[in-house]
């Protein structure tokens, strides 16, 4: 087996004549061939044209240096002697760079000037550490290696004998670095490999289907939260008691996919979800409900309304058939379970709030639910609050229940005739006192840690949509400029007036106040789907108000339209119904802004403007409409 013999310290190797030659690092007698004046040629001859060098000197004595004088290596030198000065002699510190910081004492540590010369070339003969005797070390063996003991602060890496690392510089990383795929080593490290490496252990692999179960805890789940929580459902999913549960995970994958690129596997776990729902094994229970529920919201979201509001109709026949709509079913089917009993109540109201909302926003549907007869808790006692003289607080969760009741009511009125009927009154009066008797902790969206409070979201921007579906048919606003923005409901023609009526101003306030809610510091895709139709009832408005010939606060407006367009673009990216939403809206808006062009050639149309008014008008506008170019560039360009 070929053995490496450690390096001689500077150039310790012995002389043919048997005298050792001098170290550069430490003084010695030099009684070598220095003193010829001539050096040999190559036939032997002596040549005497160029006069030899002057031998070189190890080191100078201590009196040398220190008057900068030539000293010839003697011991004691000529200097020395001349003067009778003491000769000293100390060995050269050329190249050091001090001590290491902290570096631990070793006493078996061989330095520079008391190096012994090597005199052998096996590796028996020369000692790893002085002062012991030579020990034979085995090669280690691989099959004594436990992989599984890692040293603490060391990354599990494999460790094997190597060839030469005379040069190479080795790091240990206390972290475990992410492996190249090819080498199997850490990129910022250097492995120590062998030909058969042990294989590192790499974490479980997350796989698609649960990245969606948790895509919808995460995103979804604070906007409809009737299904339980994710603790409780992951609990009684692995106690494996309740089979109705695999339902509503299929449905909860499909919701998650859609916050995720997940590609074909979004219409693979809707396929599925569905089909389970209609298995003739099924259960007709309340998990079948929650699973419908979820899908019908996805559907709704994706531009599939038609098939939302078949699954609709059936998830309402069998919430009925099994009563979720009784107070008993809750403690009948929750198992003495109070936050299982809480699901299946949030179940029924949660079905009750969406069927009012796809009635409101589509305006197909007639909202069933709101005339079934219910005793499920919560409204007891928040319809007698104001006789009982009882002045509480309620939960979110109720003050959402009681707007989207309002928006039923306003549904279940006679047709207005005539801008003085009294039924607008009556409703106008549902509305307000929906706001003036909100507790001061729920007039904002923001609950008291100051985060976002999705149920109050919710409650306040059905009650901005209820005003705008109640006072735009009878506002001044002309809709026929936005005619083409009818993803969400079909247009409704509004005659325009000359002046702005009361019904006008409770419209463009309900439009103004959605589009301020866009502002919350929260990821607007976290919010209910719903809430793409309400701004893009909101839009209609400020599009229509904008079409006119001249608007006093034009600059505000445009800023209220960015706003709008801007939530239906990052909407877009998780339902497709925002993204028909966004094209149209964003579509209208680029004709009016033809159309006022075409307007300000005239300069009739300029009466009564500044210069500076008419320049700073005409830069605001084809400054917001580079923008919507610009999304539209980005939109068709991505892949």
Same mark, same amino acid.
Request: with cysteine; hydrophobic share 35%.
């Given at each position: 087996?070929?053995?490496?013999?450690?390096?001689?310290?500077?150039?310790?190797?012995?002389?043919?004549?048997?005298?050792?030659?001098?170290?550069?690092?430490?003084?010695?007698?030099?009684?070598?061939?220095?003193?010829?004046?001539?050096?040999?040629?190559?036939?032997?001859?002596?040549?005497?044209?160029?006069?030899?060098?002057?031998?070189?000197?190890?080191?100078?004595?201590?009196?040398?240096?220190?008057?900068?004088?030539?000293?010839?290596?003697?011991?004691?030198?000529?200097?020395?002697?001349?003067?009778?000065?003491?000769?000293?002699?100390?060995?050269?510190?050329?190249?050091?760079?001090?001590?290491?910081?902290?570096?631990?004492?070793?006493?078996?540590?061989?330095?520079?000037?008391?190096?012994?010369?090597?005199?052998?070339?096996?590796?028996?003969?020369?000692?790893?550490?002085?002062?012991?005797?030579?020990?034979?070390?085995?090669?280690?063996?691989?099959?004594?290696?436990?992989?599984? %003991?890692?040293?603490?602060?060391?990354?599990?890496?494999?460790?094997?004998?190597?060839?030469?690392?005379?040069?190479?510089?080795?790091?240990?990383?206390?972290?475990?670095?992410?492996?190249?795929?090819?080498?199997?080593?850490?990129?910022?490290?250097?492995?120590?490999?062998?030909?058969?490496?042990?294989?590192?252990?790499?974490?479980?692999?997350?796989?698609?289907?649960?990245?969606?179960?948790?895509?919808?805890?995460?995103?979804?789940?604070?906007?409809?939260?009737?299904?339980?929580?994710?603790?409780?459902?992951?609990?009684?999913?692995?106690?494996?008691?309740?089979?109705?549960?695999?339902?509503?995970?299929?449905?909860?994958?499909?919701?998650?996919?859609?916050?995720?690129?997940?590609?074909?596997?979004?219409?693979?776990?809707?396929?599925?979800?569905?089909?389970?729902?209609?298995?003739?094994?099924?259960?007709?229970?309340?998990?079948?409900?929650?699973?419908?529920?979820?899908?019908?919201?996805?559907?709704?979201?994706?531009?599939?309304?038609?098939?939302?509001?078949?699954?609709?109709?059936?998830?309402?026949?069998?919430?009925?058939?099994?009563?979720?709509?009784?107070?008993?079913?809750?403690?009948?089917?929750?198992?003495?379970?109070?936050?299982?009993?809480?699901?299946?109540?949030?179940?029924?109201?949660?079905?009750?709030?969406?069927?009012?909302?796809?009635?409101?926003?589509?305006?197909?549907?007639?909202?069933?639910?709101?005339?079934?007869?219910?005793?499920?808790?919560?409204?007891?006692?928040?319809?007698?609050?104001?006789?009982?003289?009882?002045?509480?607080?309620?939960?979110?969760?109720?003050?959402?229940?009681?707007?989207?009741?309002?928006?039923?009511?306003?549904?279940?009125?006679?047709?207005?005739?005539?801008?003085?009927?009294?039924?607008?009154?009556?409703?106008?009066?549902?509305?307000?006192?929906?706001?003036?008797?909100?507790?001061?902790?729920?007039?904002?969206?923001?609950?008291?840690?100051?985060?976002?409070?999705?149920?109050?979201?919710?409650?306040?921007?059905?009650?901005?949509?209820?005003?705008?579906?109640?006072?735009?048919?009878?506002?001044?606003?002309?809709?026929?400029?936005?005619?083409?923005?009818?993803?969400?409901?079909?247009?409704?023609?509004?005659?325009?007036?000359?002046?702005?009526?009361?019904?006008?101003?409770?419209?463009?306030?309900?439009?103004?106040?959605?589009?301020?809610?866009?502002?919350?510091?929260?990821?607007?895709?976290?919010?209910?789907?719903?809430?793409?139709?309400?701004?893009?009832?909101?839009?209609?408005?400020?599009?229509?108000?904008?079409?006119?010939?001249?608007?006093?606060?034009?600059?505000?407006?445009?800023?209220?339209?960015?706003?709008?367009?801007?939530?239906?673009?990052?909407?877009?990216?998780?339902?497709?119904?925002?993204?028909?939403?966004?094209?149209?809206?964003?579509?209208?808006?680029?004709? %009016?802004?033809?159309?006022?062009?075409?307007?300000?050639?005239?300069?009739?149309?300029?009466?009564?403007?500044?210069?500076?008014?008419? %320049?700073?008008?005409?830069?605001?506008?084809?400054?917001?409409?580079?923008?919507?170019?610009?999304?539209?560039?980005?939109?068709?360009?991505?892949?």
């Amino acid at each position: 087996m070929e053995t490496f013999s450690p390096e001689a310290p500077h150039s310790s190797a012995a002389s043919t004549n048997g005298s050792p030659a001098v170290s550069s690092d430490s003084p010695g007698t030099a009684t070598s061939s220095s003193s010829n004046a001539f050096s040999a040629t190559i036939d032997g001859r002596p040549s005497q044209q160029h006069p030899a060098p002057p031998p070189s000197v190890p080191a100078a004595c201590l009196a040398c240096r220190g008057k900068h004088l030539k000293c010839d290596g003697n011991t004691p030198c000529s200097r020395c002697t001349s003067s009778a000065t003491e000769c000293i002699y100390v060995a050269s510190r050329r190249g050091y760079k001090g001590p290491r910081r902290n570096a631990a004492q070793n006493p078996n540590k061989r330095h520079a000037s008391s190096s012994p010369p090597y005199s052998g070339p096996t590796v028996e003969s020369c000692p790893m550490m002085l002062g012991h005797t030579p020990v034979s070390i085995p090669a280690p063996s691989l099959s004594a290696f436990n992989p599984a %003991i890692v040293l603490p602060e060391q990354s599990p890496v494999s460790y094997a004998p190597t060839p030469a690392l005379n040069h190479a510089g080795l790091y240990r990383n206390s972290f475990a670095s992410p492996l190249d795929p090819n080498t199997m080593a850490a990129p910022n490290t250097m492995a120590l490999t062998t030909s058969s490496a042990i294989p590192h252990v790499q974490p479980p692999v997350t796989t698609l289907a649960e990245r969606c179960f948790d895509a919808f805890y995460h995103y979804f789940h604070a906007a409809h939260p009737f299904v339980l929580p994710k603790e409780y459902f992951l609990r009684l999913l692995k106690e494996g008691n309740t089979p109705g549960l695999n339902v509503v995970m299929a449905a909860i994958r499909y919701i998650g996919s859609l916050f995720l690129d997940a590609g074909p596997a979004k219409a693979t776990y809707l396929e599925e979800a569905i089909r389970q729902c209609y298995l003739p094994t099924t259960t007709k229970d309340g998990f079948l409900i929650q699973a419908l529920l979820l899908i019908i919201i996805g559907l709704d979201g994706s531009c599939q309304q038609e098939k939302a509001r078949e699954l609709l109709a059936d998830c309402e026949r069998f919430a009925i058939e099994i009563d979720l709509n009784k107070r008993q079913f809750a403690s009948l089917h929750g198992h003495g379970n109070p936050v299982v009993e809480e699901s299946w109540r949030r179940t029924w109201w949660d079905l009750f709030v969406c069927d009012g909302m796809i009635a409101g926003v589509h305006r197909i549907t007639n909202f069933l639910l709101f005339d079934i007869q219910n005793d499920v808790a919560y409204m007891e006692d928040f319809d007698d609050q104001l006789f009982s003289g009882e002045d509480r607080e309620f939960s979110s969760f109720t003050y959402r229940i009681a707007a989207i009741r309002n928006l039923g009511r306003m549904m279940r009125m006679p047709q207005i005739m005539y801008p003085g009927d009294d039924t607008i009154s009556r409703i106008e009066a549902l509305l307000t006192n929906w706001r003036l008797h909100l507790p001061e902790s729920k007039r904002d969206d923001l609950n008291k840690n100051c985060k976002l409070d999705e149920m109050m979201f919710q409650a306040h921007f059905i009650t901005h949509a209820c005003t705008i579906m109640l006072h735009q048919p009878l506002s001044q606003l002309d809709s026929s400029p936005v005619q083409a923005v009818n993803s969400c409901a079909p247009h409704r023609p509004v005659p325009s007036g000359d002046n702005f009526n009361a019904h006008t101003r409770h419209t463009i306030t309900a439009a103004c106040e959605i589009s301020k809610m866009v502002t919350q510091a929260v990821p607007i895709i976290q919010h209910t789907h719903f809430f793409t139709c309400v701004v893009t009832l909101s839009s209609i408005v400020h599009l229509s108000k904008w079409a006119l010939y001249f608007i006093e606060d034009e600059e505000d407006l445009r800023q209220q339209i960015r706003l709008n367009i801007g939530a239906l673009n990052k909407l877009s990216k998780v339902w497709k119904a925002a993204n028909t939403a966004w094209g149209q809206v964003k579509g209208v808006a680029q004709e %009016i802004y033809r159309e006022k062009k075409a307007h300000q050639i005239s300069p009739a149309f300029w009466v009564g403007f500044t210069q500076e008014q008419m %320049i700073s008008s005409i830069q605001a506008d084809e400054g917001i409409m580079s923008e919507f170019n610009s999304m539209l560039t980005q939109v068709t360009q991505a892949p």
